[in-house]
């Protein structure tokens, strides 16, 4: 073979194990958000994630939830970090992008809304009928809030949080809810961080724990 084709060849073969290293690594970012803690399996789509039960990832993470959020301080640092997420350029990002920009995952902020509206039921917190068990139920069956399309995922759970809110607000919060949605814009990641924000704190989130 001549050494101009042997180079061509070599470079064709370069550029091809570039193309994958470039997919592959922005697979492991997508993915490692998707799982919560870095637990193989885990999240609501997770078919080992057994929400409610003593066994499976959805437990292991739970456990290990509860210890990171397991004083008043950390509760109250996550409020602020969702309350006043860092500042990004939302006109050219998908949510996944702002995601991956923000700490913590919303992964593992859905997972405190659950934990916490699960706690809800037995202290009254999460509304009472028609509350956010409801919106629990949906998040555990892991369909409505969990297709390919994460900017209609997420627009759908802001609009479940935000209808049960009056059941759990005081009038002042209810008023920053009402203008959340022309604050953030088209940021939606900002949107469901501050709208959870505001659900956990109205359900006294710091005071009680998980």
Known sequence: MPASSTLQLILLLLSAISQNLVVSAFSMSSN???????????????????????????????????????????????????????????????????????????????????????????????????????????????????????EANSRLLVKDMMSRFHLICSDDAMDFMKDLEDACGKDTDLLRRKCAALVLSEMSFVENGL
Not at 39 to 60: A, E, L, R, V
């Open 32 to 150: 490692s958000r998707k799982e919560i803690y870095n637990i193989p399996g885990s999240g609501w789509k997770g078919k080992d994630w057994n929400w409610g039960y003593g066994n499976g990832t959805g437990h292991d993470c739970a456990m290990i939830c509860r210890r990171r959020w397991g004083t008043k301080k950390d509760r109250q640092a996550l409020i602020n970090a969702l309350s006043s997420p860092k500042p990004v350029a939302a006109t050219e990002s998908t949510i996944e992008d702002l995601d991956d920009m923000r700490d913590p995952p919303f992964e593992e902020v859905k997972l405190v809304l659950g934990l916490a509206w699960q706690n809800g039921r037995w202290n009254g917190s999460d509304g009472g009928v028609g509350g956010y068990g409801d919106v629990l139920a949906t998040m555990a069956d892991a369909r409505m809030y969990e297709t390919e399309d994460e």
